[in-house]
């Protein structure tokens, strides 16, 4: 849909651009190596590139990690030893769109597509495996519970590498048709 799903620096981004550079950077994934399943961890500062790379690992059926910028360096490292992902992205210039996107959406409903991660106030933190049915599923029945359709606009302040911000602040918008801010 050409409706705003994203706006940003008084800029927007309509729903079907969201998903054209979403699977141009699925595609940018794919050259670089990466193969179904492969593990990405992500820790960028809130940005309309991490939105990409959700929808992007998304499409693309890789694992997605996403982590917070505010992680201290021990965790962070814990993190990356216990996970081993096949790419770290931490700078949104190591982001690469490739114009030809000609593949499907390779995401099983029901394999691991993210591993968000606690916060660690107990011990180490722990990994949390998600799929991609079970999070849909919950941001449907969320946003038909509180009546969201494509008129919410959610004002996105939490940090995207947490999990309350991509379930509540990201994808229940996008899911119902709606806009980002």
């Known amino acids: 849909s050409e409706r705003p799903a994203v706006f940003f620096n008084n800029c927007s981004i309509s729903h079907k651009n ?42 693309g ?9 505010s992680l201290g360096k021990s965790f962070y490292d814990y993190i990356i030893q216990i996970t081993q992902p096949k790419l770290i992205i931490n700078d949104v210039n190591q ?3 490739e ?10 409903i029901d394999s691991t597509y993210a591993i968000f991660f606690t916060s ?22 969320f946003n038909k519970f509180v009546g969201f359709d494509n ?9 995207m590498g947490y999990m309350a911000g991509f379930l509540n ?3 229940c918008p996008i899911a119902s048709g ?3 801010i």
Do not use: W
Request: aromatic share 10%.
């Open 61 to 69: 059926g890789y694992t997605i990690i996403p982590l917070d910028t």
């Open 169 to 171: 602040t990201m994808l």
């Open 120 to 141: 660690g106030t107990t011990g180490k933190p722990k990994g949390v495996c998600h799929s991609i049915g079970t999070l849909f599923n919950n941001a449907s029945s």
């Open 18 to 59: 969201l998903i054209a550079q979403s699977l141009s950077l699925a595609k940018g994934l794919e050259k670089k190596g990466l193969n179904k399943g492969d593990k990405i961890v992500i820790q960028l500062e809130n940005s309309v590139e991490f939105i990409y790379c959700y929808l992007a690992t998304l499409f």
């Open 95 to 97: 982001l690469c769109f």
């Open 151 to 159: 008129n919410l606009v959610m004002m996105h302040v939490m940090p």
């Open 178 to 180: 709606g806009s980002i």
């Open 99 to 108: 114009k030809n996107h000609d593949f499907f959406f390779r995401t099983n």
